[in-house]
């Protein structure tokens, strides 16, 4: 005899009717599956909603007036659940979300995305509470996240950026070279961790490779850089420029 499938409770919280109305249609299609508790046009019914229910998934605005999604989260005594974040923009937060391997949908919602983003909570849902515990707790940081969330077949793993020496491109993978010769190896392309990587003072130095500035020692005399770990990286020819005005920066400012 097979299992029936398990019922996803949830709950919506956003501020604007034609948006969870939106959610809604896009629900009904997994309406064997997903059963909504609670529809919340405020963090504060938001908080409520989640107290009463206690919901395994909720699609959660970031930008609401009043208490916003953040806020409602910290407002919150328990966060036992998976969360997919909606958002019309708001940069940086999706910046933190995308670091903390959660799921975003941007509005408008494409079908396509929010089936990936179901998909995505299915198959991570023992882990989910853990990461947003995470974000709850670094997005009262200023700027971007201080540790990379890479997400792991038996679990997560939290990279400090000061221990990551280099990553580098592996077909569509990226291998984190850390301290002490670890080599941690994420599902995601390098291109995707470019963004984060520029706000810590990593430098693109070649096309499959970049690297934490503070790890470099000097420049090798075939146009590479030594690194802490004792590797040599390849400059890219049209990057030279660029990469020798920035490791003269740093040496100049660490004389200051």
């Given at each position: 005899?097979?299992?029936?499938?398990?019922?996803?409770?949830?709950?919506?919280?956003?501020?604007?009717?034609?948006?969870?109305?939106?959610?809604?249609?896009?629900?009904?299609?997994?309406?064997?599956?997903?059963?909504?508790?609670?529809?919340?046009?405020?963090?504060?019914?938001?908080?409520?909603?989640?107290?009463?229910?206690?919901?395994?998934?909720?699609?959660?605005?970031?930008?609401?007036?009043?208490?916003?999604?953040?806020?409602?989260?910290?407002?919150?005594?328990?966060?036992?659940?998976?969360?997919?974040?909606?958002?019309?923009?708001?940069?940086?937060?999706?910046?933190?979300?995308?670091?903390?391997?959660?799921?975003?949908?941007?509005?408008?919602?494409?079908?396509?995305?929010?089936?990936?983003?179901?998909?995505?909570?299915?198959?991570?849902?023992?882990?989910?509470?853990?990461?947003?515990?995470?974000?709850?707790?670094?997005?009262?940081?200023?700027?971007?996240?201080?540790?990379?969330?890479?997400?792991?077949?038996?679990?997560?793993?939290?990279?400090?950026?000061?221990?990551?020496?280099?990553?580098?491109?592996?077909?569509?993978?990226?291998?984190?070279?850390?301290?002490?010769?670890?080599?941690?190896?994420?599902?995601?392309?390098?291109?995707?961790?470019?963004?984060?990587?520029?706000?810590?003072?990593?430098?693109?130095?070649?096309?499959?490779?970049?690297?934490?500035?503070?790890?470099?020692?000097?420049?090798?005399?075939?146009?590479?850089?030594?690194?802490?770990?004792?590797?040599?990286?390849?400059?890219?020819?049209?990057?030279?420029?660029?990469?020798?005005?920035?490791?003269?920066?740093?040496?100049?400012s660490t004389l200051k």
């Amino acid at each position: 005899m097979s299992e029936e499938p398990r019922i996803v409770k949830a709950v919506l919280v956003d501020d604007d009717a034609y948006s969870r109305a939106s959610l809604m249609k896009q629900l009904y299609r997994y309406r064997d599956v997903v059963q909504v508790k609670a529809e919340c046009t405020s963090g504060a019914e938001g908080v409520q909603a989640i107290t009463e229910h206690r919901p395994d998934l909720v699609f959660l605005d970031i930008q609401m007036k009043g208490m916003d999604g953040f806020a409602m989260l910290d407002a919150l005594p328990r966060r036992d659940f998976g969360v997919i974040f909606t958002t019309s923009h708001d940069a940086y937060a999706i910046r933190a979300i995308r670091y903390s391997a959660l799921d975003y949908l941007l509005k408008p919602i494409k079908a396509s995305e929010f089936d990936a983003a179901i998909g995505h909570f299915i198959a991570n849902c023992a882990v989910l509470p853990a990461r947003l515990e995470r974000l709850v707790s670094t997005a009262k940081e200023n700027g971007a996240p201080s540790t990379l969330v890479i997400p792991m077949r038996d679990g997560d793993r939290h990279l400090p950026v000061q221990d990551i020496i280099r990553c580098e491109a592996a077909s569509n993978y990226t291998a984190f070279h850390l301290r002490r010769g670890e080599r941690v190896l994420s599902s995601r392309t390098l291109q995707s961790y470019e963004e984060f990587l520029s706000e810590h003072d990593f430098l693109r130095v070649h096309r499959s490779h970049i690297v934490n500035r503070l790890h470099i020692t000097g420049l090798g005399a075939l146009d590479d850089v030594l690194l802490s770990d004792g590797s040599h990286v390849e400059i890219s020819r049209r990057r030279k420029a660029e990469i020798l005005a920035a490791i003269r920066g740093r040496d100049q400012s660490t004389l200051k």
